[in-house]
């Protein structure tokens, strides 16, 4: 079966600095791997999304992932931080290879912007 | 992009009385709906998938005749909770797919606090 671990919990990075939050995956086959961050009663919004072709995924806010099957991971960066980074980011995996398919997600990172 | 409304965005109960959650994809048709439930501080867990015209999928341990999903049209899906007890005092999220296309994606509603007393 299809899980996400997301090892971290919670991170606290200083503003303008890098982030890097990890997510590794089970799956027996190419999966098709998510990012969402969501912020303080707000819904879910994608950042990025991974498929097949390039390993490397640009996402929106200045946000990008890299696929890494040897490793079964889909760690997500971002060169430096602004405030407005803080929420919650939840790494997934679909369940299927269409949008129609189900969505498992990691148990989340919780990232804190330090002034 | 594609919008997906959820109503209400919170609602307060009495221990068992049943509450309806709407879910609409606003400017899309969406074949596929998904409900989903988060604790606080934890993950969306998936409760069901539902497809526009037929009986929803439930995921196991979630209760089907407590949970009661309607997907009747192809901008509307609902969640009944019936009989609510406390224990079921949740994040309820919503997402809606336009299609099966690897293009597509699933847009998620901003979801719907419900508290029961």
């Known amino acids: 079966a299809q899980s996400v671990t997301q090892p971290d919990i919670h991170i606290t990075v200083s503003e303008g600095a890098s982030l890097e939050l990890r997510c590794n995956y089970s799956?027996?086959?190419?999966?098709?791997l998510f990012w969402y961050v969501q912020s303080p009663g707000q819904g879910l919004q994608l950042l990025l999304k991974y498929f097949s072709g390039d390993t490397l995924v640009q996402g929106i806010k200045g946000f990008e992932a890299e696929f890494k099957r040897s490793q079964s991971s889909f760690n997500l960066r971002k060169p430096s931080v602004h405030w407005s980074d803080a929420a919650e980011y939840f790494c997934a995996v679909g369940a299927g290879y269409s949008s129609a398919s189900k969505i498992i997600f990691g148990s989340g990172t919780r990232l804190s912007i330090r002034p | 992009g594609a919008v997906v409304s959820q109503h209400p965005s919170r609602v307060i109960c009495k221990s068992g009385t049943s509450v309806k959650i709407e879910c609409r994809s606003l400017d899309f048709q969406a074949t596929t709906m998904f409900w989903y439930r988060q604790f606080p501080k934890k993950s969306l867990m998936l409760m069901a998938t539902s497809n526009e015209g037929s009986k929803a999928t439930y995921e196991q341990g979630v209760e089907k005749d407590k949970f009661l999903i309607n997907h009747a049209s192809l901008t509307l899906s609902t969640l009944t909770v019936t009989s609510a007890h406390p224990e079921d005092s949740s994040f309820y999220i919503c997402s809606a797919s336009p299609g099966t296309g690897l293009s597509d994606t699933q847009y998620f509603g901003p979801g719907t606090r419900l508290t029961v007393l």
């Open positions: 799956y027996g086959a190419t999966p098709y």
